[in-house]
């Protein structure tokens, strides 16, 4: 009998790039998800999600302007930034803590391969943070009331900090193995990033765009073509920075291909070209749109009519001019002689004169009967809007209004809130200092008025009375009341309470 033996083949493993990325690959999803999960990271996305909550609701008082609504999605990304930061650093630094470094000596993964398996790690919460900046520029967009575009530039930024940070945080843990380090690093950066120490500059341009983010210091909405943030370039910029650290991260891991040095060398040339562009100064454009804006905003406004009068806003406001007309309409309707018809133009005005680095005050009209409204909407600036109707209903232009300490006031102030549904929230919203009592400050979208403290009380009590009754003696003794000189006195004798016993005095 004759056995056969036959020679069982024996499998050979084959090393390959295609097994090393696969490892890669393995190995970046199990650190990913271990980042996720850990404590300061569960902390930071808690906070993110409560600031988006508590935050976004508020944005320009409800009716907020997109391309104001793109940059509030930038501040929260920051502190999952400095959480990833500290986590992932630490978690490159995990196998010299616990003594294991010389176990990976066993494995496919050189030290190259799992650096940048940490790297890829970090885009985990750059996505997430991509679903919340979404998420809360989609709040604001939904909004019946949202004016604007935003800018997909704009939104990128909060995404590509938490790239930058994270890569940062590897890269710092290839160069320093001390646990200390990152820390460090974070402070500096809250005191460079958050409490304002980064170098500014005193222009729109400059060194400040160097920074990841780039807050701006006016609350004033300003149309999209005149925003003048190079937001294209600065998101260049961050994702050239990005890989420019992270593949510098890779080199410091111990790997030397060419490729990779060529792939350096291009993520560093994208980050400093991107970033000496959006360094440079403002385009002439820009700033002869800006002077357009503000000084002839005619030539650039489309018009509208509604009852009787035209209401003139630069093209991303106008499904608002419904709104302006509602007020005006409240208003009129209130007042006696001729004023109960008058037609008015409602003429959107800014000054765009410095962009976004300074708020600065406009002008009051001397154009008859015209009225000035700003670009944001909601809150006071709705009380604010009917006081610059009523002012211009009583005094005849915006100009006239100029230190009006008169009996005048009262009926202003009464046209401009007893319509509202909480006339005495809005006589406080309308005051500089929030009160109802004593002498204030009245806001406008030009130059502020001046209440008296017995204006102020006759204009509480008034507030108080029926509507209608006091609408009445409004009509009936019209021209007296809007007669220049009358006294707070008389206008409260002819309106039927009590008269204050100080005279019309503003400081």
């Known amino acids: 009998m004759t056995a056969v033996m036959e020679e069982t083949p024996v499998a050979v493993r084959t090393e390959g790039p295609r097994r090393t990325w696969s490892a890669v690959v393995a190995l970046a999803l199990f650190e990913a998800r271990r980042l996720l999960l850990r404590v300061p990271m569960l902390l930071a996305f808690a906070l993110y999600v409560a600031w988006i909550v508590w935050r976004t609701p508020k944005l320009g008082n409800g009716h907020p302007a997109l391309q104001d609504a793109d940059r509030a999605t930038q501040s929260g990304p920051l502190l999952i930034g400095f959480a990833v930061l500290l986590c992932v650093n630490q978690a490159v630094l995990r196998s010299r803590r616990r003594d294991t470094e010389r176990h990976f000596t066993v494995l496919v993964l050189e030290p190259w391969g799992r650096t940048t398996a940490h790297l890829l790690s970090v885009v985990a919460p750059a996505l997430l943070v991509t679903v919340g900046v979404l998420a809360q520029f989609g709040w604001s967009a939904v909004k019946s009331d949202a004016v604007g575009s935003g800018s997909p530039a704009e939104l990128l930024v909060g995404p590509l900090t938490v790239l930058l940070f994270g890569a940062i945080g590897v890269l710092l843990a290839r160069l320093l193995t001390s646990g200390f380090a990152a820390p460090l690093l974070l402070v500096l950066f809250f005191f460079l990033f958050v409490a304002g120490a980064f170098p500014a500059g005193d222009g729109e341009r400059g060194l400040r765009w160097l920074a990841p983010i780039i807050g701006e210091n006016s609350s004033t909405a300003l149309p999209s073509d005149l925003m003048g943030r190079p937001a294209a370039w600065h998101a260049l910029y961050l994702l050239g920075l990005a890989l420019t650290v992270a593949l510098v991260a890779v080199l410091a891991g111990g790997s030397r291909s060419w490729a990779l040095r060529g792939a350096v060398a291009a993520a560093l040339a994208l980050a400093v070209t991107a970033g000496a562009v959006q360094t440079a100064a403002l385009p002439a454009k820009t700033i002869a749109a800006r002077e357009a804006a503000t000084h002839t905003p005619e030539r650039v406004q489309t018009c509208v009519r509604r009852d009787g009068s035209t209401y003139c806003a630069f093209p991303e406001w106008m499904p608002r001019t419904a709104t302006w007309a509602g007020v005006v309409d409240h208003v009129r309707s209130l007042a006696g002689g001729t004023a109960h018809r008058q037609p008015l133009l409602v003429r959107q005005r800014i000054d765009a004169t410095y962009g976004l680095t300074s708020d600065a005050a406009i002008l009051p009209s001397t154009t008859p009967h015209q009225v000035t409204v ?97 609408s009445a003696r409004m009509k009936a003794h019209w021209t007296e009341l809007t007669a220049p000189k009358v006294t707070s006195a008389r206008a409260a004798q002819l309106l039927g309470v009590a008269a204050p016993k100080e005279a019309d005095k503003c400081g």
């Open 374 to 470: 700003g670009t944001g909407w909601g809150g006071p600036r709705v009380p604010e809007f009917a006081a610059a109707v009523s002012s211009v209903l009583v005094a005849g232009d915006e100009k006239a209004t100029d230190g009006m300490c008169d009996g005048r006031m009262v009926t202003v102030m009464w046209l401009a809130l007893s319509w509202l549904p909480d006339p005495m929230q809005s006589l406080r919203d309308v005051r500089l200092d929030d009160s109802v009592t004593g002498s204030a400050i009245v806001l406008s979208p030009t130059d502020p008025m001046q209440m008296t403290a017995g204006q102020t009380d006759v204009v509480r009590e008034l507030l108080g009375k029926p509507r209608d009754a006091v």
